[in-house]
């Protein structure tokens, strides 16, 4: 079955950085678009950033524009998501998804496959 897998979080203070790693098996992960999402407590979940079925097609959230750069490795199966200067607004549980036909987009209905999280608190 279609398993995403999320590590890569911690506490970090602010200005430090992280990166996300998501492994992904069951099923053909160079043919899905794949996107990173979070949710702070008490907030809706947000799109942060997104990415087409090769590296070279990426799209961002304006909040972390300049600070996050999501990737991939196709021959790895595993998504990216490498964080700098981080904020404490960063603070939340850090989600991969997995969708086939809507690329490139920060919409969570549009995804087909999501992994259980992977919580990145930020510290002032």
């Known amino acids: 079955q279609v398993q995403l897998v999320e590590s890569g979080g911690g506490s970090v203070q602010a200005g430090g950085s992280l990166r996300l790693s998501c492994a992904a098996s069951?099923?053909?992960?160079?043919?899905?678009?794949m996107g990173w999402f979070r949710q702070a407590p008490g907030k809706e979940r947000e799109g942060v950033a997104a990415?087409?079925?090769?590296?070279?097609?990426?799209y961002y959230a304006d909040s972390v524009k300049g600070r996050f750069t999501i990737s991939r490795d196709n021959a790895k199966n595993t998504l990216y998501l490498q964080m700098n200067s981080l904020k404490p607004e960063d603070t939340a549980m850090y989600y991969c998804?997995?969708?086939?036909?809507?690329?490139?987009?920060?919409?969570?209905?549009?995804?087909?496959?999501w992994g259980q999280g992977t919580q990145v608190t930020v510290s002032s």
């Open positions: 069951g099923y053909t992960y160079s043919t899905y678009c």
């Open positions: 990415i087409g079925t090769v590296a070279g097609s990426t």
């Open positions: 998804a997995a969708t086939r036909f809507f690329c490139l987009t920060i919409s969570s209905s549009r995804y087909n496959y």
